[in-house]
């Protein structure tokens, strides 16, 4: 939260290991909010036989004019998750072309690439 008791938070999603610009992408900054809906969808050109071997990384982001962007928060989905985050990437890659939509808890552990 900012000096004026809001965030103005955008959500960064990256495809991993880096597979340059086509592998990364970033909403909308939502202005003034505690509470963002993201209401927005991202697609990867990627073979499917290909995204076992990738980690998607979801991180959450507070803009910041003129000075670095602060993490509030992220979380994995990948053969490396656990928990509900593995079943989740598990049944995204059984499910070829279907969208399957899952909430997750954001983790505060330390990002250090804010790009």
């Given amino acids: 939260m900012d000096a004026n008791g809001y965030s103005d938070p955008?959500?960064?999603i990256c495809l991993k290991p880096d597979m340059g610009k086509k592998g990364k992408c970033?909403?909308?900054i939502k202005k003034r909010t505690l509470n963002p809906e993201f209401n927005e969808e991202f697609s990867f050109d990627i073979k499917h036989s290909e995204l076992a071997k990738?980690?998607?990384d979801i991180s959450v982001w507070d803009?910041?004019?003129g000075k670095s962007n602060d993490y509030i928060g992220g979380c994995q989905l990948g053969?490396?998750?656990k928990?509900?985050?593995?079943k989740h990437w598990y049944e995204c890659l059984k499910n070829k072309d279907k969208r399957i939509e899952r909430w997750h808890t954001?983790?505060?552990e330390n990002h250090i690439v804010s790009d």
């Fill in 10 to 12: 955008y959500v960064k």
């Fill in 26 to 28: 970033k909403t909308q």
């Fill in 54 to 56: 990738k980690t998607l």
């Fill in 63 to 65: 803009y910041d004019i």
């Fill in 79 to 81: 053969i490396t998750a």
């Fill in 83 to 86: 928990g509900e985050r593995l």
């Fill in 106 to 108: 954001l983790l505060n």
